[in-house]
């Protein structure tokens, strides 16, 4: 194994950087790290980085290697186990809709919701993976 620590960037792809700001930053609550006219916006969760693209100046990019994609993608946010219930509450106080909970082993469970832009978006408390 190549002993890699963490994953410290993860992208989604996007049709609307206002949008994006207004959903992570003023509804999630992301501190904005950078964003660029018609290109991204970066946002600081914890210790990792959530990159947001629009694919179609990405895919040909010139300076980094194209990438891009589509459909609904997938991420978790990791949240303090005894912060959990609290998150959801908070969430749904915003009209964020859950849209599935997920038990998992342990008597652990996550929950479910979705972006503007139809991407599939959980949270998990620490521990889910351990």
Known sequence: MIGFSQIKETCLYISDL???EKFYHGILKLPIIAKAEDRHIFFRAGSSV???FL???TKEEGTLPPH???GKQHIAFEVDAEEYVHKKKELTSMGISIT???EWRKGLESFYFEDPF???LEVVPHG???
Do not use: M, R, Y
């Open 18 to 20: 206002d949008l994006a």
């Open 100 to 102: 599935h909970i997920q």
């Open 55 to 57: 694919p179609e100046t």
């Open 128 to 130: 889910i993976w351990e």
């Open 118 to 120: 139809g991407h599939v």
């Open 68 to 70: 891009f994609a589509s």
């Open 50 to 52: 959530l990159l947001c």
